[in-house]
């Protein structure tokens, strides 16, 4: 049985109709029928709503022009401080990695350099004169 994409658009939002309304949740946030205390509401109510006078307030504070309080600044300023200590932990992280990794890498390659000076030196050495080093004519 195929069934089209009009079909199971409607049968799925009744699903989620039929899910959100049985759900205990969905008590808590509906609007009560009943004309009852509105000024202090109870249970649940209680968390989401605010009275109007603590709204108008809010969003009075909260307005774009509005100069903030000494401790927002604060926080803000220390979330910046701290943000910038993050970044500059990171930075040190990074540049001690890249600075172990080349002393190592010099390391290695001196090694390399080291070991092929040697080895030049046991070939061109015949076994009548000293070793390289010590075969300065000194006057």
């Not at 949740?25 to 249970?43: C, H, K, N, R």
């Not at 015949?126 to 070793?131: A, K, L, M, Q, S």
Request: charged letters at 35%.
């Amino acid at each position: 049985m195929k069934m089209s994409w009009t079909h199971a658009t409607p049968l799925a939002l009744l699903a989620v109709f039929v899910v959100l309304s049985s759900s205990p949740e969905a008590d808590s946030a509906a609007v009560a029928s009943s004309t009852g205390s509105v000024t202090d509401p109870q249970g649940p109510l209680k968390r989401i709503f605010m009275k109007e006078a603590d709204a108008a307030n809010f969003f009075r504070r909260r307005s774009r022009r509005a100069v903030k309080s000494q401790d927002e600044l604060d926080a803000e300023q220390r979330q910046v401080i701290a943000a910038d200590e993050r970044k500059r932990e990171f930075h040190e992280e990074k540049r001690n990695e890249f600075e172990s990794y080349a002393e190592e890498d010099n390391d290695e390659v001196n090694e390399r350099s080291r070991e092929s000076t040697e080895q030049w030196r046991e070939f061109q050495y015949d076994g009548v004169h000293p070793p390289h080093e010590d075969n300065r004519h000194s006057n």
